[in-house]
């Protein structure tokens, strides 16, 4: 049986931590940055673990774990 690929688009969005957590990006930080306050861009450069365990159920069996 041949193995399982991982879902190229969640590979690219998301990351497991050791821990079992979901991390992923915050948003308000892909463009128009010149007009956002720099404490706000700050905040949003850290990941953030994804609440719903629905969706994180989801990811994790995009990601093959």
């Given at each position: 049986?041949?193995k399982?690929?991982?879902?190229s688009?969640?590979?690219?969005r998301?990351?497991?931590?050791?821990?079992?957590?979901?991390?992923?990006?915050?948003?308000?930080?892909?463009?128009?940055?010149?007009?956002?306050?720099?404490?706000?861009?700050?905040?949003?450069?850290?990941?953030?673990?994804l609440?719903?365990?629905?969706?994180?159920?989801?990811?994790?069996?995009?990601?093959?774990?």
């Amino acid at each position: 049986m041949p193995k399982q690929k991982s879902h190229s688009g969640a590979k690219d969005r998301f990351r497991v931590t050791k821990t079992g957590k979901v991390m992923h990006r915050r948003q308000n930080r892909n463009h128009l940055a010149e007009h956002k306050p720099q404490r706000r861009k700050l905040r949003l450069r850290k990941d953030q673990p994804l609440h719903n365990t629905a969706e994180a159920k989801t990811i994790k069996r995009m990601l093959g774990q």
